[in-house]
């Protein structure tokens, strides 16, 4: 059924996600106007999803609002920040109800349970892209950043890599596996759960951070560069789910965690001086993180099984095709 755009932002994003009291005008006006807390500084992330790149045409409309939020919450954890506010730029090839009613509530949900408003945003037609841009704060000068790691600092990830990776191929027919492990990695892709407390506990005690969304090798190696070092991973460190274990193998499964991309997991640094404040202030077991290396001085990513350096020469997007 088409509907107006008027009717369109009315009926599904004036009220979406949280109340919040520093909101003076949300979606209505011509623009947003925010009140920022004294003493804070402001975060500010975009992220796009496009169909058929960012996620499987026909994906389910839950999905995509909730991941269209959760990559963006995901950047502002790998800051440290707590986020408060998004603007979503919806392209749609048509106004179809029972989608738009799938993806506000899909996207509302998780913007309920950070306490994130939609305070505007933009409707246009056309090929399915959905924009959001997010809005957060820090205590003034305490963000986390990628470049803040120095030779020595132990390196860590929290969750399971490789989960979403196995979750997409499995959407795709990549790869198979029972109906219990298949809820449980698909899950793992179309509804990933940021790590945002989680980045709020890190701003005290982490040297730099990053979010794993290209792949944990990747990705902890721009960490590495940015803070001028090198990366040493180690192989059997490496956290792997059980489900994943299962649908694809343990060689497979530790090739997927560190190459496989879609995480929204954070991998980051703590300095050896830090590390016993940390892990008794920020238990390990509670929110689930692993070390899983450490940051050296030569330059360069490298993986260590048994001592020796493994070679990668391709991702794990890859090995299923
Ligand atoms: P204009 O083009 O005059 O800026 P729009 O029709 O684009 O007005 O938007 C009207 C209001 O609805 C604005 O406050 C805008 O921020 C908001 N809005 C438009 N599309 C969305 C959307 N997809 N999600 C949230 N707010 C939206
Ligand atoms: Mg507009």
Same mark, same amino acid.
């Given at each position: ?145 990628? !470049? ?27 790869? !198979? ?15 990933? !759960? ?103 001085? !030569? ?23």
């Amino acid at each position: 059924m088409a509907l107006g755009e008027f009717a369109l932002i009315d009926r599904y994003f004036r009220a979406c996600g949280a109340r919040r009291a520093d909101v003076v005008a949300g979606v209505g006006d011509d623009a947003a106007l925010l009140r920022v807390p004294d003493g804070a500084d402001l975060v500010a992330a975009t992220d796009t999803l496009v169909a058929g790149v960012h996620f499987p045409h026909g994906s389910p409309a839950a999905s995509i609002g909730h991941r269209a939020l959760a990559v963006n919450l995901s950047d502002l954890a790998a800051m440290g920040a707590r986020p408060a506010w998004a603007l979503l730029a919806l392209t749609l090839p048509e106004a179809q109800e029972s989608w738009l009613a799938e993806f506000a509530a899909g996207f509302g949900a998780l913007a309920r349970a950070h306490e994130v408003q939609l305070v505007g945003g933009d409707t246009t037609r056309g090929p399915l892209c959905i924009t959001v841009q997010l809005l957060g704060f820090t205590p003034r000068g305490t963000a986390l950043q990628r !470049s803040g790691g120095r030779p020595g600092d132990c390196l860590f990830v929290s969750g399971t890599p490789g989960d979403a990776a196995a979750g997409l191929a499995l959407v795709e027919g990549r790869l !198979s596996a029972p109906a219990a492990l298949h809820h449980y990695l698909r899950e793992r892709f179309e509804m990933p !759960s940021p790590r945002v407390a989680l980045g709020e506990r890190l701003r005290e005690f982490a040297s730099a951070c990053i979010d794993v969304s290209d792949g944990l090798l990747a990705d902890a190696a721009k960490l590495a560069h940015a803070s001028g070092t090198g990366v040493e991973i180690h192989y059997e460190a490496l956290p792997v789910s059980a489900a994943l274990e299962q649908a694809a193998g343990t060689e497979r499964a530790r090739e997927l965690a560190l190459t496989g991309g879609d995480d929204y997991e954070l991998c980051f640094s703590v300095a050896e001086k830090n590390l016993a404040a940390f892990t008794q202030e920020v238990a390990p077991q509670r929110w689930a993180y692993q070390r899983i290396g450490v940051l050296r001085a !030569s330059p360069g990513a490298v993986v260590l099984r048994d001592g020796s350096v493994m070679q990668f020469s391709h991702s794990g997007y890859q090995h299923f095709s």
